[in-house]
């Protein structure tokens, strides 16, 4: 199978998406798939094979991300089809969307999108000057228009499956969590990043990882950490990541008096440095109401940390089984009496150590990817069966 994959992220632009897109195209071609990826141009990236970069222009108000040029996507056409690509699989909702739609109907390509983010949960952190309840409804327009144009959604969750069902999206759905691999955790050095931070093995750390931005609710786990002290007083919080929220949160943790014992480390390198930030941490918490999936929580599991993290929308799937995991009650003071309750337990806390260890084995990238291919098939097929006309430049998948 030949995959097209369209972005208007990654890398270097770090996030969710980004790491989603790398472990699949990474698992297909280990198994001898072919997959291009078609995504912006960002200063200082590099050439590699397979990936094609489209030029780019910045973001008013907005400094990470790009927005590709429509009309050179459009124009890599001739490209595209002596590439014998089987299937367009769009990554993103804006430049990418359009393209892959657009390209898909000249070429006879079936078009399949991974649906990523919660936008309707997501927009308002962005544009406050519109009330939420209008963002909410032109997400759910525009995510529901964008859908019912493809021949099939891929969503990293049953929560967010339930969601666009309930936007009225008509599209085939299936349900393909991304994974992680592996290979890259369970090895890390919890002693020297600890030393990294001036702080000794007897210190307790609980760790947030991932993008410092309104959607994450870091503002909640700095209230939760600030109930957690008056129980555990030389619990640090570290928070890993970068984002527009960081001057925010600096000064909540300020207001709260527990800014000496709270780290904000920035973005570590995802192969290099993370695993031993995971590993360096007592216990992994995580707040977000909005993600999608939460392979933060997976990652942090693969280094055995027990995870305390509120079961809503997309971490759900992983949290619901309660193995490896404490799910509070979506309050600070009862997130801060599970996470000290885990804390201060040494044989519930090995518990859940060894029961991470075992559980995350079956969240494995290749696993996942193995799933990802068959669905894309189905969809495939279904799409073939329902256009029996429409011209297809290779054969079917199998």
């Known amino acids: 199978m030949h995959i097209l994959m369209l972005s208007d992220v990654y890398f270097p632009r770090i996030n969710g998406v980004s790491t989603s897109i790398e472990t699949f195209r990474q698992e297909f071609q280990a198994v001898g798939d072919q997959v291009t990826l078609m995504v912006p141009d960002y200063p200082g990236a590099t050439e590699e094979e397979g990936i094609i970069r489209i030029p780019s222009h910045r973001i008013p108000f907005d400094p990470e991300d790009r927005r590709m040029e429509l009309g050179t996507i459009l124009a890599q056409e001739?490209?595209?089809?002596?590439?014998?690509?089987?299937?367009?699989?769009?990554?993103t909702p804006f430049i990418a969307h359009y393209a892959g739609v657009a390209l898909g109907k000249?070429?006879?390509?079936?078009?399949?999108?991974?649906?990523?983010?919660?936008?309707?949960?997501?927009?308002?952190?962005?544009?406050?000057?519109?009330?939420?309840?209008?963002?909410?409804?032109?997400?759910?327009?525009?995510?529901?228009?964008?859908?019912?144009?493809?021949?099939?959604?891929?969503?990293?969750?049953?929560?967010?499956?339930?969601?666009?069902?309930?936007?009225?999206?008509?599209?085939?759905?299936?349900?393909?969590?991304?994974?992680?691999?592996?290979?890259?955790?369970?090895?890390?050095?919890?002693?020297?990043?600890?030393?990294?931070?001036?702080?000794?093995?007897?210190?307790?750390?609980?760790?947030?990882?991932?993008?410092?931005?309104?959607?994450?609710?870091?503002?909640?786990?700095?209230?939760?950490?600030?109930?957690?002290?008056?129980q555990i007083p030389d619990l640090h919080l570290v928070v890993a990541g970068e984002g527009p929220a960081l001057a925010s949160l600096r000064q909540q943790a300020e207001t709260l008096g527990t800014a000496d014992k709270v780290r904000f480390v920035g973005y570590l390198h995802r192969r290099d440095e993370l695993p031993s930030c995971y590993a360096a941490a007592n216990a992994f918490v995580f707040a977000s109401r909005t993600e999608t999936q939460g392979l933060v929580l997976l990652e942090a599991m693969a280094e055995g940390i027990p995870v305390v993290a509120l079961s809503i929308m997309g971490t759900r799937d992983i949290l619901e089984p309660g193995r490896?995991?404490?799910?509070?009650?979506?309050?600070?003071?009862?997130?801060?009496?599970?996470?000290?309750?885990?804390?201060?337990?040494?044989?519930?806390?090995?518990?859940?150590?060894?029961?991470?260890?075992?559980?995350?084995?079956?969240w494995s990238a290749r696993e996942c990817a193995e799933r990802l291919r068959q669905a894309l098939a189905q969809l495939l097929q279904s799409h073939m069966n329902s256009h029996p006309q429409t011209p297809c430049t290779s054969s079917p998948v199998g």
């Open 78 to 91: 001739a490209l595209i089809r002596r590439m014998k690509v089987d299937v367009i699989h769009i990554q």
């Open 106 to 230: 000249k070429l006879g390509i079936p078009c399949i999108e991974t649906y990523h983010t919660l936008f309707e949960e997501y927009l308002h952190h962005y544009i406050h000057f519109v009330p939420k309840y209008l963002l909410r409804q032109f997400a759910r327009l525009f995510s529901r228009r964008q859908c019912n144009a493809l021949a099939g959604v891929i969503v990293p969750s049953r929560a967010m499956a339930e969601t666009l069902a309930a936007y009225g999206i008509s599209a085939p759905t299936r349900v393909v969590p991304t994974g992680i691999p592996l290979a890259h955790f369970g090895k890390g050095d919890g002693l020297a990043f600890r030393a990294r931070l001036g702080l000794g093995p007897e210190v307790p750390i609980a760790l947030f990882v991932g993008r410092v931005a309104g959607e994450k609710n870091i503002g909640f786990l700095l209230e939760a950490h600030r109930h957690a002290l008056n």
């Open 324 to 362: 490896g995991a404490l799910s509070p009650a979506d309050n600070p003071q009862d997130f801060a009496d599970s996470l000290t309750g885990l804390l201060r337990n040494r044989e519930l806390h090995q518990s859940l150590s060894a029961e991470a260890r075992t559980y995350v084995q079956e």
